[in-house]
């Protein structure tokens, strides 16, 4: 079975950072692109970032280029997002997601984790 | 960036009902086109990509169709467990989803 399970969401001031994690197991971690996909609360899907599977090749949401950083570790089947400079629009739930194909298909979704900036 | 818009953004069915959700693209997007369902307090789950392909395990209730730019996801026969919000992905961009609610 596959599992994603995220970590390290909390309550930031603005300007402050974040770290997120996504510990993956039940699949061959390092054969598919993985993705971030925000939420705000009672909101929409809004897609944050995608790494290729060998970690070389990336793509930022312009909301949070320039701030955020997408990386794996194909050893431990971990996948982070750093996240910095943060504010208040950036209050969401954060999932992190299998990504497949040409289609960009979100096969596997984590239960997410809530990122809240406030002062 | 292709624009996704869904209508209607809310939708009032009863149980047994055929439903149709529309999602339209900005431009030609040939069948790049996946379905979410998301009930509250839970991840999406993928229904339908390539605008018509069923994900294994999807109920044949649920089919999808299209290319170009207009789209549609209809539900033949609504069950109990599926009310919930249904969004388009076009790639990098998704619909801003719809509201499958009980009459």
């Known amino acids: 079975e596959v599992q994603l399970l995220e970590s390290g969401g909390g309550l930031v001031q603005p300007g402050g950072s974040l770290r997120l994690s996504c510990a993956v197991s039940?699949?061959?971690?390092?054969?598919?692109?993985m993705s971030w996909v925000r939420q705000s609360l009672g909101k929409g899907l809004e897609w944050v970032a995608t790494?290729?599977?060998?970690?070389?090749?990336?793509y930022y949401a312009d909301s949070v280029k320039g701030r955020f950083t997408i990386s794996r570790d194909n050893s431990n089947n971990t996948l982070s997002l750093q996240a910095n400079s943060l504010r208040a629009e950036d209050t969401a739930i954060y999932y992190c997601?299998?990504?497949?194909?040409?289609?960009?298909?979100?096969?596997?979704w984590g239960q997410g984790t809530l990122v809240s900036v406030s002062s | 960036d292709i624009l996704m818009t869904q209508s209607p953004s809310s939708l009032s069915a009863s149980v047994g009902d055929r439903v149709t959700i529309t999602c339209r693209a900005s431009?030609?997007?040939?069948?790049?086109l996946s379905w979410y369902q998301q009930k509250p307090g839970k991840a999406p789950k993928l229904l339908i990509y390539?605008?018509?392909t069923l994900e294994n395990g999807v109920p044949s209730r649920f089919s999808g169709s299209g290319s170009g730019t207009d789209f549609t996801l209809t539900i033949s026969s609504l069950q109990p467990e599926d009310f919930a919000t249904y969004y388009c992905?076009?790639?990098?961009?998704f619909g801003q989803g719809t509201v499958l609610e009980i009459k």
């Open positions: 790494i290729s599977a060998s970690g070389h090749s990336t």
């Open positions: 431009q030609n997007i040939n069948r790049y």
């Open positions: 992905q076009q790639r990098y961009s």
């Open positions: 997601a299998t990504t497949s194909g040409s289609h960009l298909l979100l096969h596997h």
């Open positions: 039940g699949f061959a971690f390092s054969t598919d692109a």
């Open positions: 390539a605008a018509s």
